[in-house]
């Protein structure tokens, strides 16, 4: 009587024999099921491709901000995208301001060594002018969350080199009545959106808005930072998740920096190791 072994190939159960014929058969159909199923595969994304062409042929991709006709869908166009003003070069280490000489990597701008920020670190891919600006508006104003994608990847690919990858993504939160005026929160969009691409934990409502504030738009430095003050916190089952951990705060524009340093404050307080801030554009 032989004796049987059971084991595992490509999720299909093969019974090896000591009888070699029988191995071999049953092998070689396995092998036929597995290219059964990369044919299948290869069918589905054939008809996704002639399927996304007849999409873009009957309504031809248009630029995100002026609708001219590109290339691919959720992109700009030539003009648009040179109105782009992208922060390179040296920064401040961490505020992520330009620097207007590169002085080595832990070189600190003026405002950060006079007033040190809550956060440990802020980065920006884009200048809030321009077409960013455009953008901004758009996304937040106009009804377009799905400009999420274009703008995280973009910040994805910026912040690559200084995210810990088993940091926590935390949007800034938007008080319950504005939200349900405006239909979404722009940070949560992109707070989503960027740990999906950048393979991220996505924590939703840890961080919440308990008290209505008034619009920032066009309060000064101090107004913004008395208006958001005591105006957000760490509700009691995200306090465990937040303890020990790195956490980056996810917002659409950084300005005076008043809102962030009041999460990260509260972020703090609740256990967090280090909290970095990445936003899609930044004052400067």
Sequence with gaps: MSRRLWSKISGTDVLITCNMSECVRKINNNREGCRVLFDLSVCRQFIRRVMGRAIDFLFPPQCSLCRKPVQLANHLCASCWSDLHWITGPVCKISGVPMPYDLGAETLCPAVIVSPPAYDWARAPLAYEGSARSLVSRFKYADQPELAVMMTQWMVAYTQQICDVNSLIVPVPLYRFRLLSRRYNQAAELARSFARQ??????????????????????????????VRSAFRVCESGKNKLDGRHIILIDDVLTTGATVNACCKVLRSAGATSVGVITFARVV
């Excluded at 934990?201 to 930072?225: A, E, I, N, S």
């Design 198 to 227: 950048g393979n991220y934990c996505f924590l939703m409502d840890v961080l919440q808005r308990h008290r209505r504030t008034q619009p920032q738009v066009g309060l000064g430095k101090h107004k913004r930072k008395q208006n």
